[in-house]
């Protein structure tokens, strides 16, 4: 019931003012989101890769107007990529990029989009890291699939996202199960019309299990992004049936979400990468977490009467 009325709030300008000048948001934004600064990334990439688990850096900043902001935030990874490199942090760590934030969405928007993600692709690939490509709403799929298969071309391990829950994803998979392809598999967290996308909990759990059987049937290189106990057990299982090596294939999950699953699957010598965003436009980021999981919304609700 909630979730819903979440999406829209994460789309709502009030509301991003209302949640984000509230200071008792804080404490709980801080369980999700690394801190405002490139600082707080890097203790993070610190703690965790020190644990065993490697990391994909998100700088946030989706909701942007004009094309400035998108040079401002190609400029903050180029930023991160230099850090990662100084610290000699590039084989432990890659960056994941929401098209958004680029200016996928600005008039010619495409191109800008594209080029700013080359010029990310080229520094992660100097430091010897690479970039994933976020996915968004169904609207950017065919955009952000495009700059996919460009970048691939001079950048083979480039990353894509696909979410179980479009109808079109079983054959997205398909096309991209291939040699040197790295797909992160999601269930989707956006709000999504009943034309493109199943609505329900059990067609999406269900979608999901078919897109990872075809991703771990084929070439590539699945990446498995789901805290679901379930998904996690069925990739063991798959990757079972289809002889593949620990190597081939990891699991990944949110930051400050699992972590007692994280470190257990990284002690059990399974490869997990951990999601970090940070940066000070968390609130789109953070509402989306709120709406998948009730258990996240009583959190943050505590916080304001525990005080
Ligand atoms: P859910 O259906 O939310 O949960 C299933 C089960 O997992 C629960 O019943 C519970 O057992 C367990 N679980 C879930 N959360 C918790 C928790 N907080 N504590 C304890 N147990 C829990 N979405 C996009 O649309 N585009 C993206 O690019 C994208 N990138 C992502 C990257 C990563 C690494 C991950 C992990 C997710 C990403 N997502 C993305 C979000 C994704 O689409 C889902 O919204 C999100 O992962 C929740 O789905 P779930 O598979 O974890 O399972």
Redesign the pocket.
């Known amino acids: 019931m909630l979730g819903p009325v979440l999406l829209a709030a994460s789309r709502s300008d009030r509301m991003r003012r209302l949640v984000s000048r509230t200071p008792l948001t804080r404490p709980v934004v801080d369980r999700f989101v690394a801190g405002d600064a490139l600082s707080g990334a890097l203790d993070a990439v610190q703690a965790l890769t020190a644990d065993g688990i490697d990391v ?1 850096l998100d700088h946030l900043g989706e909701d942007i107007t004009d094309a400035a902001q998108a040079r401002a935030n190609r400029d903050a990874y180029l930023a991160l990529l230099d850090a990662l490199g100084h610290k000699g942090l590039g084989k432990r760590a890659e960056v ?1 990029v929401k098209l958004s934030a680029f200016g996928q969405s600005l008039p010619g928007g495409h191109d800008l989009a594209s080029a700013g993600a080359r010029r990310v692709a080229e520094a992660a690939a100097e430091i010897g890291t690479t970039v994933t490509l ?3 709403d169904h609207t950017t799929v065919d955009s952000t699939l495009a700059i996919l298969a460009d970048l691939r071309r001079d950048f083979p391990s480039t990353g894509a ?1 696909l ?1 179980a829950y479009l109808f079109r994803t079983e054959d997205d998979a398909r096309a991209l199960a291939v040699e040197g392809s790295r797909v ?1 598999l ?5 709000k999504e019309p009943a034309s493109v996308a199943y609505q329900g ?1 059990d067609d999406v ?1 269900l979608a ?1 299990a078919r897109a990872l059987g075809i991703l771990m049937a084929g070439d590539g290189y699945p990446m498995i ?5 379930r ?1 996690i057990e069925l990739a063991l299982q798959l990757a079972d049936k289809h002889d593949r090596t620990p190597d081939t294939y990891e699991f ?3 930051y400050g ?2 972590d007692g699953e994280q470190h257990r699957l990284a002690a059990e010598g399974h490869r997990i ?1 951990a ?1 970090v965003p940070y940066g000070a436009d968390w609130y789109g980021y953070f509402m ?1 977490r709120l709406a ?2 009730p ?2 919304l009583a959190f943050f609700l505590r916080s304001f009467t525990t005080r």
């Open positions: 994909t994941s976020d996915m968004e996202v979410q992160r999601v269930k989707g967290a956006y909990k759990d999901y992004g789901s805290h679901d106990p998904m990944q999950m949110l979400i699992r990468r999601y989306r998948e999981r258990a996240n």
